[in-house]
């Protein structure tokens, strides 16, 4: 009985250090992040030149509701909620690949190093800041899909300019 414990457990180990040398094996950069795949406008980009641009999240509204991002310049964007309750920031088009090329998303629980979001979730008192370029010229609407939120006037615009 005790061999065959000891078998299952060597297995289990065995196969916790394949997946995680799995997930692993060569995903990470010189600068300990892991790879995925990333969108090609961010090649090359200097992210210390990063425009902040913060969107405080109040008890139903944005401040400000309307925000200017110029194509292919970098961006921090930082979505502070101030408010008493959790509020959401639903893209629709915004979060589009082909709109804005996204390289992470970063949250007082950790960081998310990602090519794709839909829509971004801050619960009250806490931050999120999504880095990404813009890409594609346009005006795009964002809201707050929590009930009555948006119906209380809780939605924006974001301009991207050339």
């Known amino acids: 009985m005790m061999s065959m414990r000891h078998s299952l457990g060597d297995a289990l180990r065995a196969t916790l250090l394949a997946c995680l040398l799995a997930l692993g094996a060569g995903g ?6 892991p790879v995925v795949r990333m969108h090609p406008a961010l090649a090359g980009i200097d992210w210390s030149e990063a425009a902040e641009v913060e969107v405080a999240l109040e008890d139903h509204s944005y401040e400000p509701d309307e925000i200017r991002f110029v194509v ?4 921090k964007l930082v979505l502070r909620n101030v408010g008493a309750v959790a509020h959401d ?3 629709g088009s915004l979060f589009d690949e082909k709109v804005i090329a996204l390289r992470m998303v970063n949250s007082s629980v950790g960081r998310v190093i990602a090519d794709d979001v839909n829509s971004v979730y801050v619960r009250s008192h806490n931050n999120i800041e999504l880095w990404f370029v813009p890409l594609k010229p346009g005006e795009y609407s964002f809201f707050c899909s929590l009930p009555g939120h948006r119906e209380d006037g ?3 615009v974001v301009r991207v300019v050339p």
């Not at 990470?28 to 992040?33: F, G, H």
Request: no cysteine; glycine share 18%.
């Open 154 to 156: 809780m939605e924006g």
């Open 72 to 75: 292919g310049r970098p961006y």
């Open 89 to 91: 920031m639903v893209g």
């Open 28 to 33: 990470a950069t010189a600068d300990d992040e």
